[in-house]
């Protein structure tokens, strides 16, 4: 089992900056893939970024790419997403999930490890 705690979300103006953190603890983090989604409200979970184990590799959603930054510190079990120039329809409760099979790094049903979610707000 692998429990994962976000945090770090909360309400910025457009322009501004959030950096989230998701702990995990539980089984060897190092081995699983980690990503960030969101979900707003009346839409479907949607892919943000995702940073395969050694932190090699990283892809992101074309929403974010160039504005948001995924990174992980396997010595503290932590990955985080770096935000900057928010928008308003960045606005979102954002997730962090594990996995351990390789690839599909946007396919929520691929995570089998999930946070509570953190909320962030942009406003215009």
């Known amino acids: 089992q692998v429990q994962l705690v976000e945090s770090g979300g909360g309400l910025v103006q457009t322009g501004g900056s959030l950096t989230l953190s998701c702990a995990a603890s539980?089984?060897?983090?190092?081995?699983?893939?980690m990503a960030w989604f969101r979900q707003a409200p009346g839409q479907e979970r949607e892919f943000v970024a995702h940073i395969t184990w050694t932190g090699g590799n990283r892809y992101y959603a074309e929403s974010v790419k160039g504005r948001f930054t995924i990174s992980r510190d396997n010595a503290k079990s932590t990955v985080y997403l770096q935000m900057d120039s928010l928008k308003p329809t960045d606005t979102a409760v954002y997730y962090c999930a594990a996995k351990s099979v390789r690839g599909y790094y946007d396919r929520t049903d691929k995570y089998v490890y999930w946070g509570q979610g953190t909320q962030v707000t942009v406003s215009s």
């Open positions: 539980g089984r060897t983090f190092s081995t699983y893939e």
